[in-house]
């Protein structure tokens, strides 16, 4: 099975700060990987799918990276709508696998 | 519009089973893989199962391999997960989700199962 290994776990930034998040495969998954939001209480939310196109409607300040078995989601500028957690999912083969997930709090 | 509208959560005793829907509404629903994703509360996602859009592939988790069966019927555009046997770890908000590959990115708001005596 292919395992997701996503970093880090949480992270505190301020609004304007640029963020990195890393999901790195156990095996090569091509570029079938999406990257989602999840606010509390909320479903989660994809804003980019096949490792880096931009999912219609989200802000351009997201933007993920990668192929193969290391891939990047980032937040250019980060604003206060974007705390949440963030998850990638790969989905080149089954089963599927999440990352563990990344909580972006306020600093 | 699109919408997905779990249904059928609840308080089951362990060993119990449960029959969780999802009608789909506002796209081709036989055009497409769905899938079930669940959450246990303050924790992380976790796939559970996926059915391609004939009904004819199924793909599950080792975690319920065996014990929770996804189906589909296209003519009521609606999914289903059978959950039996269960135990205490499948408490969690169960959703519903078509995501994966191209742009479709579809999610209901999820049921909660809770496993308790």
């Known amino acids: 099975d292919i395992q997701m290994t996503q970093s880090p776990s949480s992270l505190s930034a301020s609004v304007g700060d640029r963020v990195t998040i890393t999901c790195r495969a156990s095996?090569?998954?091509?570029?079938?990987l999406g990257w989602y939001q999840q606010k509390p209480g909320k479903a989660p939310k994809r804003l980019i799918y096949a490792a880096s196109s931009l999912q219609s409607g989200v802000p351009s300040r997201f933007s993920g990276s990668g192929s193969g078995t290391e891939f990047t989601l980032t937040i250019s500028s980060l604003q206060a709508e974007d705390f949440a957690t963030y998850y990638c999912?790969?989905?080149?083969?089954?089963?599927?696998?999440f990352g563990q997930g990344t909580k972006v709090e306020i600093k | 519009e699109v919408q997905l509208l779990e249904s059928g959560g609840g308080l089951v005793q362990p060993g119990g089973s449960l029959r969780l829907s999802c009608a789909a509404s506002g796209f081709t629903f036989s055009g497409h893989a769905m899938s079930w994703v669940r959450q246990v509360p303050g924790k992380g996602l976790e796939w559970v199962s996926t059915?391609?859009?004939?009904?004819?592939?199924?793909y599950y988790a080792d975690s319920v391999m065996g014990r929770l069966t996804i189906s589909r019927d296209n003519s009521k555009n609606t999914l289903y997960l059978q959950m039996n046997s269960l135990r205490a770890e499948d408490t969690a908000v169960y959703y519903c989700a078509c995501t994966g590959f191209g742009e479709i990115d579809y999610w209901g708001q999820g049921t909660l199962v809770t496993v308790s005596s």
């Open positions: 059915v391609s859009d004939s009904g004819t592939g199924t």
């Open positions: 999912l790969q989905h080149n083969r089954y089963p599927r696998a």
């Open positions: 095996q090569g998954i091509r570029n079938d």
